[in-house]
């Protein structure tokens, strides 16, 4: 419904399809999309929720900042301090300690993949040129709707 509706929007604010980089980065932001919200929902499906949420959620918050710190230059000390606050609470919430009960895996490959991924599809959607903003967007959706259809069929998973 989403991408239908960006569309129709998109279309009678008088938008513009993307071309040349916009499409790139809006196809690039879609893989990266679906692949880093599909591993975050692996991720809490087979591992430990009190791991994988917060170790996605701070690296995809971290990419765009240390991408922002190589093409903009460092920030204020305050956003670094921030910065490595969060980063050591990744590594305390990801530590097990010796008397865990629950035999799950911790899924941290799955929430490194997803944080990496989602991190990466913010990268890409501040590379729009800002002609249109719906548009783009439809792409993005179209790439992900795609990319997860053939997924499903090809692994053909539960949908559970």
């Known amino acids: 419904m989403g991408l239908v509706l960006a569309l129709a929007i998109g279309l009678g604010r008088g938008e513009t399809f993307p071309q040349g980089a916009d499409l790139g980065w809006a196809i690039a932001a879609g893989v990266a999309g679906v692949v880093g919200i599909s591993s975050l929902y692996r991720g809490l499906a087979v591992g430990r929720m009190g791991v994988v949420a917060p170790t996605t959620g ?42 865990v009960d629950d035999d799950r895996p911790s899924g941290i ?32 959706r179209l790439v992900q709707s795609l990319l997860l259809v053939a997924a499903i069929v090809v692994l053909w998973q539960p949908w559970r």
Do not use: K
Not at 81 to 95: K, M, P, Q, S, Y
Not at 121 to 134: I, M, T
């Open 109 to 140: 490959w799955w929430a490194l993949l997803g944080g990496t991924m989602i991190g990466l599809f913010n990268v890409c959607v501040g590379q729009f040129s800002g002609d249109g903003a719906l548009l783009p967007l439809v792409v993005v």
């Open 58 to 99: 701070v690296l995809a918050a971290v990419i765009p900042v240390v991408v922002g710190f190589l093409t903009e230059g460092i920030p204020d000390r305050m956003v670094v301090v921030g910065i490595v606050v969060a980063l050591l609470a990744v590594v305390l919430v990801t530590r097990a300690p010796a008397h």
